[in-house]
């Protein structure tokens, strides 16, 4: 299909980023392969909300969204182009979110099992390559976990993004997703993490979390990270839930209004207003929070 190669090339030219384009492209194919879209102007509207009602039985409403938004920017890119006589997605809706599928995050409990866990290793560390891993596993729990940076994020900082005082601190986020950017405060627990790994990595420029082949470690190498931590917690731990975390700390714990969650989280339009309709997903209660409440009343 020559027209996914003429998407790919439309999507990098509008500033997507490389894993997104490859997502789009991934997804667009999967669909137009269940449609029978070789002939992009044989789909039609009923072929497409065919194709959403069963794929919605079949995967999490935040999945086939993503595969929506996907069909969406193909086939508008479609009919622009003169590949598509008509685009059969204009009404294309997405599918409502599952209320069972609030966003995971830990607990209060589970956050010190963690913390704990970083500080154990540190204080174990006895040679310098473990005192590096050790100060650098701190520092990557703590842009998740106390700024609530995306994981890709975290792997794209420079050291320039990184500006600490003896009070403060804050990281820009030059490019998160949408290639939005954004600047998020660093209390002193982040602070105190940063620091100590800069103190081991030396130097005051390139990425902030090289790969020691002369670039910079990669999404996957952070997550095995923060798995590893996890694990020596007894906890299975994601990079996303940490950044879940603390979206969910800041509205429950904070008080925190969600325009100034969303902001914080990057969860913004495309003119860099708060997207509200992302963020209240963290005012909803965990499975935990429901077993509680339930329990609260038992005799």
Not at 6 to 16: E, N, V
Request: net charge positive; with cysteine; hydrophobic share 40%.
């Amino acid at each position: 299909m020559d027209y996914l190669d003429g998407f790919a090339d439309h999507l990098s030219a509008i500033g997507r980023s490389p894993q997104t384009v490859k997502g789009y492209v991934a997804a667009v194919a999967r669909v137009l392969g269940q449609v029978g879209g070789e002939n992009l102007s044989s789909v039609t509207p009923i072929d497409l909300a065919e194709w959403r009602r069963s794929r919605s039985g079949a995967a999490r409403p935040a999945t086939v969204n993503l595969e929506i938004d996907a069909v969406r920017q193909f086939f508008r890119w479609a009919h622009a182009s003169g590949l598509a006589s008509t685009d059969p997605s204009e009404r294309l809706k997405h599918v409502p979110p599952d209320a069972r599928m609030a966003p995971k995050w830990l607990s209060r409990q589970e956050q010190h099992r963690l913390l704990r866990e970083v500080q154990k290793e540190v204080q174990a560390a006895n040679t310098d390559e473990r005192r590096s891993r050790a100060a650098r596993g701190g520092a990557l729990v703590a842009l998740m976990l106390h700024a609530g940076l995306r994981v890709s994020e975290v792997c794209a900082l420079d050291m320039a993004d990184i500006e600490i005082s003896e009070r403060k601190g804050t990281v820009t986020v030059r490019q998160g997703k949408g290639g939005k950017r954004r600047e998020v405060p660093l209390n002193l627990d982040a602070r105190e993490a940063i620091q100590a790994w800069i103190s081991f990595r030396g130097g005051a420029e390139g990425p902030l979390f090289p790969d020691g082949k002369g670039g910079r470690i990669v999404p996957r190498t952070a997550q095995a990270t923060v798995s590893r931590l996890g694990a020596g917690a007894g906890l299975h731990v994601t990079a996303h839930q940490l950044r879940h975390t603390f979206c969910h700390e800041l509205v429950e714990r904070g008080g925190v209004s969600l325009d100034k969650v969303a902001l914080l989280a990057g969860h913004t339009t495309a003119s860099g207003l708060p997207r509200l309709e992302t963020t209240v997903r963290y005012t909803l209660p965990s499975a935990g929070e429901l077993v509680e409440a339930v329990e609260s009343i038992e005799w």
